[in-house]
């Protein structure tokens, strides 16, 4: 079956802009993670939902990050004023979520985002 | 806040050699630990989890153990293969995972 899809896997935008960034998790996974990814370290957890509601919110680094996934499916990460300190890669993962998470999260492909 | 460190930083092994990573993580209430591999500009694939109240998972040629209480995991690969050249990282998780800086291992043919 199709795994995690992430759009656009590029996004090149200028300081201060807005931009938002797509996932649509491995179908029937309720768990949907965001995770930051900086040039040569490991992910960074950012936002954990459950369904539609977002359980855990607090790798998000300030307020100009949100994130939404209103039917408990694909989820937007957004983020106003863009810095050049926001340029990494974006990674969601989803899992079942059936067993108080102690299933695998799978990983999709990123999205690259460069802000100039 | 959970700190995962990884030893080494960077393996170069000559093909069929068989290799250990280590993985220690600083706060042992977690659900499970996942190992994945990262290549080159690539996302994450899972190779392995381990729930917390197991020791050892195994998957082909690799071989993962968990002792929670001293807070490390090891990543045994058999018969290395020069494909399997990728950056590994470990997992600890609750809610979400927490992530090393990977180790990158080169398998030389």
């Known amino acids: 079956g199709a795994g995690v899809s992430q759009t656009p896997s590029n996004k090149v935008t200028e300081k201060g802009k807005y931009v938002e960034l797509r996932c649509d998790p491995i179908?029937?996974?309720?768990?949907l993670y965001w995770y930051r990814q900086s040039l040569g370290q490991g992910p960074e957890f950012l936002i954990y939902?459950?369904?539609?509601?977002?359980?855990?919110d607090s790798g998000l680094p300030n307020d100009r990050f949100f994130a939404v996934r209103p039917e408990g499916s694909v989820s937007t990460l957004k983020i106003q004023r863009t810095e050049r300190g926001d340029s990494a890669v974006y990674l969601c993962?989803?899992?079942?979520?059936?067993?108080?998470?102690?299933?695998?999260?799978?990983f999709g492909p990123g999205t690259r985002l460069t802000v100039l | 806040k959970q700190e995962v460190t990884q030893i080494p930083a960077a393996l170069s092994v000559p093909e069929g050699e068989n290799l250990v990573l280590n993985c220690s993580f600083t706060d042992s209430a977690i659900y499970n630990l996942q190992w994945f591999r990262q290549d080159p500009g690539k996302g994450l694939t899972s190779l392995l989890l381990?729930?917390?109240?197991?020791r050892e998972q195994t998957s082909g040629r690799l071989n993962a153990s968990l002792d929670k209480s001293s807070g490390r995991s090891t990543l045994y690969i058999a018969a290395s293969q020069p494909g399997d050249s990728a950056t590994y990282l470990c997992?600890?998780?609750?809610?979400?995972?927490?992530f090393g800086t990977g180790t990158r291992l080169t398998v030389i043919p």
């Open positions: 179908s029937g996974h309720t768990a």
């Open positions: 939902f459950q369904g539609t509601g977002a359980a855990d």
């Open positions: 993962a989803s899992s079942l979520g059936a067993r108080g998470n102690t299933d695998t999260q799978y």
């Open positions: 381990i729930q917390s109240s197991q």
């Open positions: 997992a600890p998780g609750a809610n979400n995972l927490f």
